[in-house]
């Protein structure tokens, strides 16, 4: 099972809890080139579409920013999953959703030194290299201490942090759920999401997910001309 796919079988059963019932229309914001969500949505009887500008082709697809995209009308629900802290323009992004939101998300800020020792020491063989693997050697080449190198490295990438996609989101949107978790086990060799979040109840590391659940602000209905008065 590739990191892709541990990813999303961890992550499936949360979305599904949140989502509105079947068959709602559900747009999976940077599915990426693996489909992301898609389809598992549309075999649980959603009219799903992904968006990305590396999504498969198919007519389930739309290869392009989310930003420009043209989306379905009456949208049940949207999903992002590690997308939106990739965008230009975040509040941009949020201001198109509506119905249920259903973000999954990467707090990069609480990477700290403590957290990558942990994850570089359970990587997987350099013959099959990940992004942490990149990091480490990067790290390691650069000369500099963890924390000066991954700022950096977050600032070239243009990443925005998680706690201003809360607070976006916040502002946004009416919030139901927000909580924190694992979000390296997928890329590590033999460590679980349960295996992560032992390591976080222990104070060993942080947790470096975001789980954000809202929906659309409820519009006040305009004063009628008799009521007005």
């Not at 509040?91 to 973000?103: E, K, Q």
């Not at 707090?107 to 997987?124: P, S, V």
């Not at 700022?151 to 990438?157: K, L, S, T």
Request: aromatic share 10%.
């Amino acid at each position: 099972m590739t990191p892709a796919d541990r990813w999303l079988a961890t992550i499936w059963p949360f979305v599904r809890a949140h989502l509105p019932e079947a068959p709602a229309s559900v747009v999976d914001i940077g599915c990426g080139p693996l489909g992301g969500f898609v389809p598992m949505l549309r075999s649980h009887g959603y009219d799903a579409i992904g968006i990305d500008p590396e999504a498969p082709a198919g007519p389930h697809y739309r290869q392009t920013d989310f930003e420009r995209a043209e989306l379905p009308q009456d949208v049940g629900a949207f999903v992002a999953s590690t997308s939106l802290h990739h965008v230009s323009a975040p509040a941009d992004a949020i201001d198109r959703l509506s119905g249920t939101v259903i973000v999954i998300e990467w707090a990069w800020e609480r990477f700290d030194a403590r957290t990558a020792e942990w994850c570089f020491r359970r990587l997987g063989p350099d013959t099959e290299p990940g992004w942490l693997h990149r990091r480490r050697d990067e790290w390691r080449s650069s000369g500099k201490d963890w924390s000066s190198y991954f700022q950096g490295w977050a600032e070239r990438e243009q990443l925005h942090t998680g706690e201003t996609l809360v607070r976006l989101l916040n502002e946004r949107l009416e919030r139901g759920h927000l909580a924190r978790g694992p979000y390296f086990f997928a890329d590590l060799a033999d460590t679980s999401s349960a295996d992560e979040q032992a390591a976080i109840d222990s104070g060993e590391i942080q947790a470096a997910r975001i789980d954000w659940v809202g929906h659309s602000r409820r519009r006040r209905r305009p004063l009628s001309s008799a009521s007005a008065g």
